[in-house]
């Protein structure tokens, strides 16, 4: 099991608050801080514990480089909510604003970081195009050398075993109430709109809930008969031993993803290479994602029929609200690491970066990222269900923009204009029959 730092539950439980957050990750605790910091009164509750799952579980890039342009304004903000958030709950969060590297010999790539970074600067966000020469003097000598590459200096990197636990502990500093191990197994309902959510250890009273649940959004929307397009996919990550400081920040290299960790070793993954673990709820959406298994990203998925046909995120079985639910039958989803995934990775590093010919693997895990067909996030109000915001569907993308993401879920819940544009986010853009774009960047 991943560890991540603890944070401490509320001594007492209370039956009302202005509003209910669902689920205690990146995006779950940065909602909660927003909501406290503005002196409304809300309670965060996690079927396991602070950043268990895949905020915990990720890379732990804080990067605006090659985002969706829709996803770049709100990445834009997260990153100087980042460079903020440390001062704000003096907690370190292990941001560190090093930069990213992308690099590749591969000129349909090469190009499209270019077009693509002509109409971010048009939204206000600059990078800069390197030659050949250039991305050579930036990566560590002996490896392959480049066509070109792409340089983010204001992009970061952070702890994820650090930073929601950190952001939880700063909401309840202002606040805010914590209950881990206290799974939400349904909302309440008073004349036709929201008034709270059972949970295990009982009711609690609320005007507002906020569905911020990651992996297990789309199985507890569909208990209320709310159909939300997502699809697990299983990445797998890993830790290694103390190696030599060749990057400060991250990089991205051919058929591998590094970033340096605050313990001397890096972090380590396959971009874009996942499992896909067959399930009701998954096959039930598969067509929205049709274009998605015809193209790159479709041909790194391996697919396969597994446990959580059953009992996982994406089960379709019902349960009453008196009763033990899924999210307390599975507390922490903790799925198995892919050994393929992680061979290729390292073997890929080795290659490129002759300095970490020594590199081994101290601990891999896996994680499960709730994936949009767009992979643009789900950031909205339900329309069915007064009351009710969702604030999932990151498509890996959540632990970077977390920050900005409850900023903009707390605009929405206090009834504040938003802070940007928030169309793009709408749940109803599945099925208002909107053109539903294919993404352009991961």
């Not at 080795?350 to 949009?372: C, E, M, N």
Request: charged share 25%; net charge neutral; aromatic share 8%.
């Amino acid at each position: 099991m991943l560890r991540v730092e603890e944070v401490y539950d509320t001594p007492e439980f209370s039956g009302e608050v202005d509003v209910i957050v669902i689920g205690a990750g990146i995006v779950g605790t940065s909602t909660a801080y927003e909501l406290a910091r503005r002196g409304v009164s809300v309670a965060l509750i996690d079927k396991g514990v602070v950043g268990g799952e895949q905020s915990g579980r990720n890379w732990g890039w804080v990067r605006q480089q090659n985002r969706d342009l829709f996803e770049l304004p709100l990445a834009m903000r997260s990153l100087r909510r980042w460079s903020e958030l440390s001062d704000e709950i003096q907690i370190d969060l292990g941001f560190r604003r090093e930069g990213i590297l992308y690099a590749s010999s591969d000129e349909k790539s090469i190009a499209q970081w270019e077009a693509w970074g002509k109409r971010a600067r048009e939204i206000g966000f600059v990078s800069h195009m390197l030659s050949s020469a250039e991305v050579n003097q930036r990566v560590p000598q002996g490896g392959p050398r480049y066509t070109g590459g792409v340089w983010s200096p204001s992009d970061g990197r952070a702890e994820p075993s650090r930073a929601a636990p950190a952001l939880a502990e700063g909401a309840k500093r202002l606040g805010a109430l914590l209950y881990q191990n206290c799974a939400a197994r349904g909302l309440d309902f008073s004349a036709g709109r929201v008034s709270g959510v059972w949970t295990e250890r009982g009711l609690i009273k609320a005007n507002t809930v906020v569905c911020a649940g990651g992996a297990w959004s789309s199985r507890f929307c569909a208990r209320h008969g709310i159909d939300l397009p997502a699809v697990n996919v299983i990445g797998t990550a890993m830790r290694t031993s103390v190696a030599a400081n060749v990057i400060n920040g991250c990089f991205s290299g051919p058929g591998f993803a590094l970033r340096r960790r605050l313990d001397g070793g890096y972090t380590v993954a396959v971009p874009g290479f996942g499992r896909i673990d067959l399930a009701p709820l998954g096959l039930k959406h598969a067509l929205k994602y049709y274009r998605n298994y015809r193209n790159d990203l479709g041909k790194k998925l391996k697919y396969r029929l597994a446990q959580p046909w059953f009992h996982g995120p994406e089960a379709s079985a019902g349960w009453q609200f008196d009763e033990i639910s899924p999210f307390e039958r599975c507390r922490v989803l903790d799925p198995k690491p892919d050994l393929e995934f992680m061979k290729l990775a390292l073997d890929n590093v080795k290659r490129a970066i002759p300095q970490l010919s020594d590199l081994r693997i101290v601990h891999a895990w896996a994680g499960a990222i709730d994936t949009t067909p767009d992979l643009i996030p789900i950031i909205s109000d339900v329309a069915t269900h007064p009351g009710l915001y969702l604030a999932t569907g990151f498509s890996g993308h959540g632990f970077a923009m977390g920050p900005a993401a409850g900023e903009l879920v707390a605009d929405m819940v206090t009834d504040v204009k938003p802070m940007m544009d928030i169309s793009p986010y709408r749940l109803s853009r599945f099925t208002d029959g909107s053109i539903i774009k294919t993404p352009e960047m991961m």
